[in-house]
């Protein structure tokens, strides 16, 4: 198997796209995913050629983020996603001439991991002729991405994949269902350059709730989802209350009471941790808004070459062929 680093000449055939996806969105550890795409038309995801059918599989990487990536790219993703998607159909399928644009950071709680393995699954399915069911193709993204975070989890792959903010069904064939919005939202995503590993942000999270403490992240995440239903932003907001993860992701990242106590005397609505971090979202009433946030937070990580600000709406289309 040939593996490459090289921009390829040859035209694609098809060309897919994943947006960025924020897990948890405060209140719903492991429940709650959103994706976004930013207001300026960026591809702020995955962007994955097919070029040609060959003998082999090869992969072409490029990108701003390829140096996040392991050396050895024989490991990636992407041809991962291929051989359990060839596995899960069940027959010999051509081999591919593929390129990866690998757009997101990578460990930046964005999503990345679960972004290649969307675009990837999503464009065999689709190039071959959807012989999956999208609860299939989504059964296996979440299994590709436990592989990479330590445990099997739909809160990235799953709106990545359908767009919107998704709540995830525990013991439902349905597995999730997109919520409503508010439309005038924005969301501002930060990353600060550094590199945080999803298993090690795991790693420090409590094993067990006690009962107290498991009742207010259930009733918190109930009146979230009714909020979003009744039209209630105020209400929304305040129940953006992380009561599982930040506690114990807190210092990991030491800069956030600071940035939160100076984006809340901008009027901005909340600061979180985007996923296991150490990105950030900030969401804001209105472009505006969001603009203040954007400038503050790019002024603090500027110093970090492989650091990104984008401000972002919510990507209701999910993967898609471009």
């Known amino acids: 198997m040939q593996i490459s680093l090289e921009v390829s000449s040859e035209r694609f055939l098809k060309r897919y796209y994943a947006p960025a996806s924020t ?21 702020f995801g ?13 992969l072409d990487i490029v990108g701003r983020y390829v140096h996040q990536l392991p050396a050895d790219h024989t490991d990636n993703l992407v041809l991962s996603c291929f051989y359990a998607f060839e596995q899960k159909v069940g027959r010999t399928l051509p081999r591919l001439s593929l390129r990866l644009h690998k757009n997101l950071p990578v460990g930046s709680g964005l999503g990345s991991s679960a972004c290649s393995i969307v675009v990837a699954c999503y464009a065999f399915n689709d190039y071959f002729g959807n012989p999956l069911t999208q609860s299939e193709l989504l059964q296996l993204m ?37 919520l409503p919005w508010f439309d005038h939202w924005r969301v501002v995503l930060s990353y600060p350059g550094t ?17 107290s403490h498991s009742i207010a992240f259930a009733g918190m995440l109930a009146r979230f989802v009714s909020a979003l239903y009744e039209k209630d932003e105020a209400d929304a907001v305040a129940a953006l209350q992380d009561l599982v993860a930040e506690p114990a992701r807190a210092p990991l990242i030491p800069e ?25 979202f900030a969401l804001c009433r209105d472009e505006q808004q969001a603009q203040l946030a954007a400038e503050y937070l790019s002024r603090h990580y500027e110093k970090n070459q492989d650091a990104t600000t984008q401000i972002c709406r919510l990507s209701l289309a999910g993967a898609r062929a471009l």
């Open 23 to 43: 897990g948890n969105f405060s209140v719903g550890f492991d429940l709650l995913g959103a994706a976004f795409e930013p207001v300026d038309g960026a591809l």
């Open 46 to 58: 995955d962007v994955l050629d097919i070029c040609a059918e060959q003998a082999d599989m090869t």
């Open 142 to 178: 979440a299994e590709a991405e436990g592989g990479v975070s330590g445990s099997i989890h739909f809160d990235n792959v799953a709106p990545s994949y359908f767009g919107g903010l998704q709540l995830m069904l525990p013991q439902s064939a349905q597995i999730c269902r997109g």
């Open 195 to 211: 590199v945080l590993s999803t298993k090690a942000a795991r790693a420090v999270l409590p094993q067990q709730l006690a009962l």
């Open 256 to 280: 956030l009471p600071q940035l939160r106590a100076a984006l809340t005397e901008l009027g901005i609505l909340h600061l979180g941790i985007s996923g296991a971090g150490p990105t950030l």
